[in-house]
């Protein structure tokens, strides 16, 4: 059973920073690509950030891009979020979901957790 548990949500001020991780199971890990994305309050779920199985390419949402940072750790199965220059926009629920093994296409329907908190306010 494919298991995704993200952590690190918060209570942030604009321009602070946040780092998000997603702790998987049940699945071999390093042979998935995985994917970020969020839903903000009474909007749809926005797609953030992608990262292939070895973790050599990457791809970003343009509202995003240049503030954001996937990473994965294959050994610890672990997908990691970077937020940075955090934006009132950017809150919302941040979900890791499992994506394939042979393309980073992103669909709502992938298996994702129950997801993390990102609250940007002063």
């Known amino acids: 059973e494919v298991q995704l548990v993200e952590s690190g949500g918060g209570l942030v001020q604009p321009g602070g920073s946040l780092k998000l991780s997603c702790a998987a199971s049940?699945?071999?890990?390093?042979?998935?690509?995985m994917h970020w994305a969020r839903q903000a309050p009474g909007k749809g779920l926005e797609w953030v950030s992608a990262i292939s199985s070895g973790g050599g390419t990457t791809y970003y949402a343009d509202s995003v891009k240049g503030r954001f940072t996937i990473s994965r750790d294959n050994a610890k199965n672990t997908l990691y979020l970077q937020v940075n220059s955090l934006k009132p926009e950017d809150t919302a629920l941040y979900y890791c979901a499992r994506g394939l093994t042979y393309s980073g296409i992103w669909s709502m329907s992938l298996p994702r957790g129950q997801g993390t908190q990102v609250t940007v306010s002063s």
């Open positions: 049940g699945f071999i890990f390093s042979s998935y690509y």
